[in-house]
Nanobody
Framework: QVQLVESGGGLVQAGESLRLSCAAS????????MGWYRQAPGKQRELVAH???????NYVDSVKGRFTISRDNARNTVYLQMNSLKPEDSAVYYC?????????????WGQGTQVTVSS
């Protein structure tokens, strides 16, 4: 089993910054891809940012230049630095982790953390 603990959400004003963290624990041999998704009320969950085990990243167009995804492999943790936040960034943010265990690979989701950006 893999446990994911997210932190860092909150209420900020437009233009401010937040940093999300997602720490994975359990019987993990290694972690492959890691990512952040978000879901706003009435909308589908969308990929925000993705990082491979080798450090390659990609972002949804709406956050390019403002958000940065990174990872600390020693801590099995993925981060999302969000700068110049906009009201349209408001959503519940979820981390997604693909972890290699002893017998299989498991995709796990965090519990979600609320990000609210006021105008």
């Amino acid at each position: 089993q893999v446990q994911l603990v997210e932190s860092g959400g909150g209420l900020v004003q437009a233009g401010e910054s937040l940093r999300l963290s997602c720490a994975a624990s359990g019987s993990i041999i290694r972690i492959n891809d890691m990512g952040w998704y978000r879901q706003a009320p009435g909308k589908q969950r969308e990929l925000v940012a993705h990082i491979t085990s080798g450090g390659s990243t990609n972002y949804v167009d709406s956050v390019k230049g403002r958000f940065t995804i990174s990872r600390d492999n020693a801590r099995n943790t993925v981060y999302l630095q969000m700068n110049s936040l906009k009201p349209e960034d408001s959503a519940v943010y979820y981390c997604r982790v693909e972890a290699v265990l002893s017998t299989h690979t498991l995709v796990s989701w965090g519990q979600g953390t609320q990000v609210t950006v006021s105008s």
